[in-house]
């Protein structure tokens, strides 16, 4: 009877134990996102209303990699987002201090949270930073917009992004030719071809910031150039941002330039800032919201731009602008094969000599956005779910 008693209460005990680890080991969500920047915001919004759609619990995490928190704000309240579960406060630093301490202060939140998997998106310091936090602690990542390369070393997002694929259980694609690259890289996780998010947020959010946004009564001009620059192999270049600022000040049509921080700075550390800001062809506006960039893009006649989000977001169909893309390479080929985008270098002849062109004969293609039909969110999120079951 003794040893009975004794193997029942055994068997109890064990059952006990495996009950108590399963729940511990049981993730409180499903699914993280991590994000810091504002093209991260505009670019994961269809993921996490997607998921939220068919029921996933999503824990929403901001690094703090972009650090204006109005402007964060603004952004989130224009997308219609929830406000994070978490602000890291990562805040500026060097590239390998932002990553440590973003790193850092995420495996706190993930160690509680202990979510299946963690989605991040694109190339910036928190992507990193997020796959590799989440992977070494044993969670599934997966990488949105995954498989862009631009093969220049001077980049620190390409080192990013590569880093991010290589490591990634779950790759959302969004084109044929990036999926194939990942195929040709021989990555560990498995491609899926998506499309890309940010012609989902386009399309949701286009007509919205046309009867939303003030920013047109702010511009003194009918026919303009959207110019944006920021990026630091440009604008920490002083011969660069000097080329830059003489062929704007003399462009054929007038340019309306919202000034990231970085490139103000710069502007000024180089002696260019009064020279611009006096120019009577630039009207210089504070960095946008998101439904002001999109009415300015809607509005404008073209788009000089070094960014690679912009190059996408032009094929949308409610957009549909060129974009001369003030860069030595891209990461987004396809705007360029479908006629959205050219690549003009940083030569101020060259882009003085393409931006003539394009006011005399540029036209917007007719051809669909080669980045998809806008369903990128609910793709992911399908995939997502299913991976579990």
């Not at 805040?91 to 299946?116: F, H, I, N």
């Not at 002696?271 to 210089?284: F, P, Q």
Request: hydrophobic content about 40%.
């Amino acid at each position: 009877m003794f040893i009975c008693n004794f193997l029942y209460i055994k068997k109890v005990s064990i059952q006990l134990k495996v009950f108590y680890y399963r729940s511990v080991d049981t993730p409180s969500v499903t699914t993280a996102i991590v994000l810091g920047t504002r093209p991260e915001l505009i670019k994961m919004a269809p993921v996490l209303f997607a998921l939220e759609e068919i029921g996933e619990e999503v824990i929403l995490i901001h690094s703090g990699q972009h650090y204006d928190d109005a402007l964060s704000e603004s952004f989130i309240r224009d997308l219609g987002m929830r406000k994070p579960d978490h602000y890291l406060q990562v805040g500026s630093g060097t590239q390998a201090a932002q990553t440590a301490d973003c790193m850092y202060k995420l495996e706190k939140v993930l160690e509680e949270k202990r979510p299946d998997s963690v989605l991040v998106q694109g190339d910036t310091n928190t992507v990193l930073a997020g796959a590799l936090t989440a992977v070494k602690m044993g969670i599934k990542v997966g990488h949105v917009e995954a498989g862009l390369r631009s093969n220049d070393r001077r980049m620190p997002e390409e080192y990013n992004r590569r880093i991010a694929d290589h490591i990634s259980h779950y790759l959302f694609a969004p084109t044929p030719d990036s999926a194939s690259i990942l195929k040709d890289e021989k990555v560990w996780g498995d491609i899926h071809m998506t499309g890309n998010t940010v012609i989902d947020a386009c399309e949701r959010y286009v007509k919205l910031a046309e009867e939303k946004s003030q920013v047109a009564k702010k511009i003194p001009f009918e026919d303009y150039i959207l110019v944006t620059a920021h990026r630091a192999e440009n604008v920490d270049d002083q011969a660069v941002l000097t080329g830059l600022v003489d062929v704007l000040d003399k462009a054929p049509l007038p340019i309306v330039y919202p000034l990231h921080p970085r490139t103000k700075k710069m502007l000024g550390q180089f002696g260019l800032y009064d020279k611009l800001a006096g120019s009577e062809n630039v009207h210089l506006i504070p960095p946008a919201g998101y439904f002001d960039f999109l009415a300015m893009m809607k509005r404008c006649s073209f788009i000089f731009s070094d960014s690679g989000g912009i190059q996408e977001e032009a094929t949308s169909p409610s957009i549909r602008k060129r974009v001369l893309v003030f860069r030595k390479s891209t990461e987004r080929p396809e705007a360029i094969d479908a006629g959205y985008a050219t690549m003009i270098g940083t030569d101020a002849g060259d882009i003085a000599q393409a931006i003539a062109n394009e006011v005399s004969a540029g036209q917007a293609p007719s051809v669909p956005s080669p980045y998809g039909d806008g369903n990128a969110g609910k793709n992911i999120a399908r995939i997502v779910a299913e991976a579990r079951t």
